[in-house]
């Protein structure tokens, strides 16, 4: 099994902060990777795919990178709709996901 | 705009079989290249990927479920459905379903359903 390491596990900024959030994969997935917002009571929603492409509908202040065990999700001038959990998602075996990132406001 | 509902019992006795259906609307199920899957999350936890089905029965399920898993798929009604077996506390979450594009990455989910184990 591919394990997901996500850090930090919580996260305090403020609105037009820009913050980073970290991923590891215990093995090689390429960038065969996702990152998904989820707020309390709401479905997941997907952000980035392949590690760097934006979905469509996504803000652009959304960006990703990374490529074979280690991955970043960025978040640029931080708005109010963005304090959520985030969690990164590997697809190069099966289906896994980081234990999540909970962005606080300060 | 494609939608999916989760439906099924909120409540389930340890030992017995968690079934829920997940109905399709705004699209069909058969459409090539989708899977249509679930995924569960324990209260407070993260996400766990359970399986994932085709519009012609091809599954996909995770190791650590797939001997009390499984998922069917009904493409007249489209809906597909989750059983899992010999369920325990530990089994006790919010269940997605959702549909697995083909850039496979979950892009349409459904809102949730809270299910307990609880005798």
């Known amino acids: 099994d591919i394990q997901m390491t996500q850090s930090p596990s919580t996260l305090s900024a403020s609105v037009g902060d820009r913050v980073t959030i970290t991923c590891r994969a215990s093995q090689s997935i390429s960038t065969w990777l996702a990152w998904y917002q989820q707020k309390p009571g709401k479905a997941p929603k997907v952000l980035i795919y392949?590690?760097?492409s934006l979905q469509s509908g996504v803000p652009s202040r959304f960006s990703g990178s990374g490529s074979g065990t280690e991955f970043t999700l960025t978040i640029n001038s931080l708005q109010p709709d963005d304090f959520a959990t985030y969690y990164c998602?590997?697809?190069?075996?099966?289906?896994?996901f980081g234990q999540g990132t909970k962005l606080e406001i300060k | 705009q494609l939608q999916l509902q989760e439906s099924g019992p909120g409540l389930v006795k340890p030992s017995q079989t968690l079934s829920l259906t997940c109905t399709v609307s705004?699209?069909?199920?058969?459409?090539?290249?989708?899977?249509w899957g679930w995924i569960r999350q324990p209260p407070g936890r993260g996400l766990e990927w359970i399986g994932s089905?085709?519009?012609?029965?091809?599954?996909q399920y995770n190791p650590s479920l797939k001997s009390r898993v499984t998922i069917s798929v009904d493409t007249s009604k489209n809906q597909f459905s989750l059983k899992l077996t010999s369920v325990t506390a530990a089994d006790t979450g919010v269940f997605y379903c959702?549909?697995?594009?083909?850039?496979?990455?979950?892009?349409?989910w459904g809102q949730g359903t809270l299910v307990t184990v609880s005798s």
């Open positions: 998602q590997q697809y190069n075996s099966y289906y896994t």
């Open positions: 705004g699209g069909s199920i058969s459409s090539s290249g989708y899977y």
């Open positions: 959702a549909r697995r594009a083909l850039s496979e990455i979950f892009d349409y």
């Open positions: 089905i085709t519009y012609s029965g091809s599954t």
């Open positions: 392949k590690a760097s």
